[in-house]
């Protein structure tokens, strides 16, 4: 009664079939310690994965987090547009030494939290992580020998 329906019902079940299956690859994450407190990160160190960021994520595990390796020391600012949790930020120097903390609110883009000195990292947490374990100013980061600076 509909051949041309019945035609183009067939077709796209033939292209359904044969498309291959894509799936996302998740991230590799490694553990790094802030002043000997493990963390499983995920590292970013290109422009595009360090703009996308925590944006879209519903969820981060207790000890998990999200490490902005750059490619030089510099002034950094962070936001939270299209991000849906609740985070904590470190801003590490060269020498891998926290200089700031801020608790940061999700989904607003009228706050940017910045670093007062230039720095070469930047970790996301989970909001109160480095609160919970009295890590403060001065925190040490100790990264992996393979941890090189950004791209």
């Known amino acids: 009664m509909f051949p041309n329906r019945s035609k183009l019902i067939f077709l796209f079940l033939i292209?359904?079939?044969?498309?291959?299956n894509v799936q996302s690859k998740d991230p590799e994450k490694i553990t790094i310690y802030v002043d000997d407190h493990p963390l499983l990160?995920?590292?970013?160190?290109?422009?595009?994965?360090r703009a996308k960021g925590l944006m879209y994520r519903k969820h981060l595990a207790e000890n998990e987090g999200m490490l902005f390796v750059f490619p030089e020391p510099d002034?950094?600012?962070?936001?939270?547009?299209n991000t849906w949790i609740p985070l904590s930020i470190a801003y590490f120097n060269a020498d891998r030494?926290?200089?700031?903390?801020?608790?940061?609110?999700?989904?607003?883009t009228s706050e940017l939290y910045h670093?007062?000195?230039?720095?070469l990292y930047a970790l996301e947490?989970?909001?109160g992580w480095f609160a919970k374990r009295n890590i403060g100013k001065y925190g040490v980061l100790k990264l992996p020998d393979r941890i090189k600076t950004a791209r």
Not at 15 to 20: M, R
Not at 97 to 107: E, F, G, Q
């Open 41 to 49: 990160v995920e590292v970013v160190n290109t422009p595009a994965d």
């Open 75 to 81: 002034y950094l600012s962070f936001w939270m547009k």
């Open 125 to 127: 947490t989970n909001q």
């Open 115 to 119: 670093s007062s000195e230039k720095a």
């Open 15 to 20: 292209l359904l079939s044969i498309t291959p």
């Open 97 to 108: 030494r926290i200089t700031d903390l801020h608790d940061m609110k999700p989904n607003q």
